[in-house]
């Protein structure tokens, strides 16, 4: 079975600064990993995917597998990224028929 | 690309009836789509999945006679709430999978506030 785990709920910065939402998972197999993100009244979508290894509004993600993390970070926080962002895990269409694990959310708060 | 839609935004029923929630892929095909409830400020539950032409798989715990999941085409998968009861008030969310970025990629609708009376 798959799991992910984002161990804070809540998360404020002040603009400016550098942000990272943790995000943490259990599966043995080869996970496709993901970050959406779910701005006020707005629909959830997609930040990043892991196998692209892009940068999507300065955020990135490294799948580290010794760790188990797909961390997401930005070096300059601005208040727009203020918003409820979700990691999550596919253990592949052949495994789980594409289905999505998601961790519990973390809300983030950039301040003035 | 990768638009998926929900219709209705908002519905409120009175405890007994169906109400029919709609979600389509606009500019792509979706073998699968995925329909979630989601709680307030907690994460999606995934509810079942739906696959075009054949019956939809249902995660542990999910009731497939309430919900009744319809895929009859590779755009549009529709989710009936069956004798709705004020328990079943929630946001649904439908996501399907496919556009351009292909893998498993999962595109969401904007949700369906249900209301039940």
């Known amino acids: 079975a798959q799991r992910v785990t984002q161990p804070e709920k809540l998360l404020s910065v002040f603009k400016g600064a550098p942000v990272e939402l943790k995000c943490n998972y259990s599966y043995s197999g080869s996970p496709e990993l993901f970050w959406y993100v779910q701005y006020s009244r707005q629909r959830l979508q997609l930040l990043l995917r892991?196998?692209s290894r892009e940068s999507i509004k300065g955020f990135t993600a490294d799948l580290n597998k010794g760790e188990t993390s797909f961390h997401l970070k930005k070096p300059f926080a601005q208040e727009e990224d203020s918003a409820m962002y979700y990691c999550a895990l596919s253990a592949g269409r052949e495994t789980s028929g594409s289905r999505l694990t998601f961790g519990e959310g973390t809300q983030l708060t950039v301040n003035p | 690309g990768a638009v998926v839609s929900q219709h209705p935004s908002r519905v409120i029923c009175k405890s007994g009836t169906s109400v029919k929630i709609e979600c389509r892929s606009l500019d792509f095909q979706a073998t699968t789509m995925f329909w979630y409830r989601q709680f307030p400020k907690k994460s999606l539950m995934l509810m079942a999945t739906?696959?075009?032409?054949?019956?939809?798989?249902?995660e542990q715990g999910v009731e497939k006679d309430k919900f009744l999941i319809n895929h009859a085409s590779l755009t549009l998968s529709t989710l009936t709430v069956t004798s709705a009861h004020p328990e079943d008030s929630s946001f649904y969310i439908c996501s399907a999978r496919g556009g351009l970025a292909g893998g498993d990629t999962q595109y969401f609708g904007p949700g369906t506030r249900l209301t039940v009376l």
């Open positions: 892991h196998i």
């Open positions: 739906s696959n075009e032409g054949s019956k939809a798989t249902y």
